[in-house]
């Protein structure tokens, strides 16, 4: 793809270089990315490669971690107001959960059937129009809920060829990514956002030296407390006892 502009040309070439592939052009992405006031995180197969076992919960990465936190730090930069963050699951993720709590996501959807409901949800909850939801996903069941958000980006797995092409067909991704499931897409489509929106170099330097800025910022991230919900029947419902 071709890119018009001196300055799109280094971010954007880095990006296709790693795989990745811009199903709107980047001019159309970063307009988009401009709007956006939240994050929705689908959790197995963009945290993870969605493993599972009895017993067994699916993880998390530091890299991946690390770029949510960066992404959240240069979405809250502008008006110096914080984006909101969610997660949203089929299933109920005790690591998920552990996430969020420990790097103060506002929300966990879990045990959803019909992701496009919580997204609603949220949306009323927060004030927010969907057109300043951003979302990455990676399968089928996600579908609903990229339908509506404003950006969506793809997680592929080479297994899914024609899955991708599919959502890329039907405009239900703006961005795939490079690396797929367990090859820390959360980061790459992070540094992507950061890059588009040309605040890489002063986030990384205000995390390097906890400048007054990232304080400001850190200090409010630390006062959100997570909320739990679940579906019952088409409901939204408070979750209780999440321990």
Known sequence: MTTSGSFLAPWVAAFQKAGAQFVISPEALQKKLARVRALIFDWDGVFNTGQKGEGVTSHFTEPDSMGSNML??????????????????????????????????????????NKRVA???????????????????????????????????????????????????????????????GEHGVREFSEMVLAALGRYEQIVAARMTWNNQYQAYFTQRQAILTNFYTQKADQIRPASNIS
Do not use: K
């Open 72 to 113: 959240r730090f240069g979405l809250w930069l502008p008006q110096e107001s914080m984006p909101i963050v969610a997660v949203i699951t089929g299933v109920d993720n005790r690591s998920a959960m552990h996430l969020a709590r420990r790097e103060h996501f506002h929300d966990v959807y879990f045990s959803i059937r």
């Open 119 to 181: 997204v609603e949800h949220l949306c009323s909850a927060h004030g927010l129009r969907a057109d300043q939801v951003a979302c990455l996903f990676d399968d089928i069941n996600d579908l609903e809920m990229a339908q509506i958000c404003g950006v969506r980006c793809l997680l592929p797995r080479t297994a899914s060829p024609m899955f991708t092409h599919y959502v890329v067909r039907r405009g239900l991704a703006d961005y795939v990514t490079g690396c797929g499931p």
